[in-house]
């Protein structure tokens, strides 16, 4: 037994001194049978609902002050100053019950970007640091089930449950 994340939210400050919010989600749920879909991709320019809402899917994109959202088949890029989130969709394999897509996420900081901003949470810290932080991971059986116990412990400050967030686009935890 395990779990997948089925859900991704980005949340930036744009707009130089406007300091407006962008947003955007990847919702595994939306993609079809094909691993694909027209409406995996929404969120808000600014922070505001109706001019600034968008949705799209397939070969979609989207610019917000400096951050852009593109997407090609089932994967979306994410960039924002000198950070790139790419974010792939995929097929649940040997799916028998539960959610039968899941996203696959991968983080990228270009240049001294990370050590001038001090990132924070469970993703920032890995980048706080040149050292690798490894913490525990669980053994999986050669054959049988196993279920997942391991929450980055070791890994990050403090655990799991107190990066936990309000919603979707939460900033506070």
């Known amino acids: 037994d395990g779990s997948f994340i089925t859900e991704a939210h980005v949340t930036a400050r744009v707009g130089g001194r406007k300091r407006k919010w962008a947003n955007f989600s990847y919702w595994a749920s939306e993609l079809n049978e094909f691993n694909t879909g027209w409406t ?58 539960g959610p ?9 900081g270009r240049g001294d970007w990370a050590s001038r901003l001090r990132p924070h949470g469970i993703i920032g810290q890995s980048f706080s640091s040149l050292s690798p932080r490894h913490g525990k991971t669980d053994e999986y059986p050669s054959a049988g089930r196993v279920r ?18 309000a919603g979707p686009h939460g900033t506070v935890f």
Request: proline letters at 0%; charged letters at 15%; one cysteine or more.
């Open 40 to 97: 995996f991709i929404n969120g808000t320019c600014g922070g505001a609902r109706g001019s600034g809402s968008f949705q799209f899917g397939l070969a979609g994109q989207k610019r917000c002050e400096e951050l852009e959202v593109h997407t090609t088949f089932s994967t979306a890029t994410c960039t924002v100053g000198n950070w790139t989130v790419t974010i792939r969709g995929n097929h649940v394999f040997n799916w028998i019950s």
């Open 100 to 108: 039968a897509h899941r996203l696959d996420l991968a983080f990228g």
């Open 148 to 165: 997942t116990s391991a929450m980055a412990e070791g890994a990050i400050d403090g655990e799991a449950a107190m990066y936990e967030v």
